[in-house]
């Protein structure tokens, strides 16, 4: 157990959680009311859709990928849900159309990716284009409102005095955490991250794991995109900008090696508490937007320094390692 606790609780993962303490500390010393449960509740609902994105790029980033199009799969996931429910589809129905629209966006990325041979970056920055036009095509470019009582209820019910769609992201954390570091499929996502070449001579198929990362990550979108419009009341083409990146930048702060091969579900979680966190009290320190985007990259070009320490820091360790063997 003690083996295990300090497993969980690497080194990273502290640091991560004196980070958030001290971004708590700093915005609560400039507005008091970040410290309220009611912030607490507003940060974990902020954070519910950034998480099930993250999610996705966790597994997607191990494995030597990118996703640059979730922002717009959710926004467009959002808008055809709403579409599909105002024009009378069962609710049940116009959700696994949705979810079944991103799974095939995953099936593009993926043979965007293993056939024509694009990078992740070049592959899925086509696609985030392609879809956040078709989330305006669907009603021209207009929100589509929703009336269905049991579509918004889902954005307004509570369990425990907290949101649906925080469980919802919670729930996602636990099974593809468990997933990621307790299966055969979890351990060949760090297998093709960490050498794709020896992970097909080992018998693995990296393009058939790329092609199933792909597809999460789209039907983790298109969940996305169906609890923030029940959030909304409706549905927005033009929401979930820059989405994707406030996940990559949440998941390589809790840990993810942008490089492949390295991270845990749980580092991402800090990692996008913290993002969300630290976005939350620029916004209650009136802190100006344009001065937020500067602040974001900022915490971007952090992270990525981060990731590259870590990356030489082992580097370091397993040269000094072998030189004891050798």
Known sequence: MKERLKKTISGDKLILLGATLVVFILFTALNKNFLSWTNFVNILVATSLVGLIAIGHTYL??????DLSPGSLAAFSGVLAALLVSNGVNLILAFIITIIAGALVGVFNAFMVNRIKLQAFIATLVTQSIVRGFA??????????????????????RFLDIPATVWIMIVAFIIFGFILSNTRFGRSIYAIGGNQDAARLAGLNPKRIVLLSFVMMGVLCAIGGIVFAARMNSGQPAANVNLEFDAITAVVLGGVSFTGGVGSMGGTL????????????????NVPSFWQYVAKGALLLFALTSDYLRKQNRERQLLEASKRNG
């Not at 980033?61 to 990118?66: D, E, F, K, S, V």
């Not at 009582?149 to 889902?154: P, T």
């Open 61 to 66: 980033i191990i494995a030597g990928q990118n």
């Open 270 to 285: 800090i990692g996008v508490f913290l993002i969300q966190a630290f976005n939350t009290g620029l916004t209650m320190v």
């Open 136 to 157: 305006y095509i669907l009603r021209g470019g207009k929100p589509v409102a929703i009336s269905n009582k049991a579509f918004i209820q889902i954005g307004k019910a």
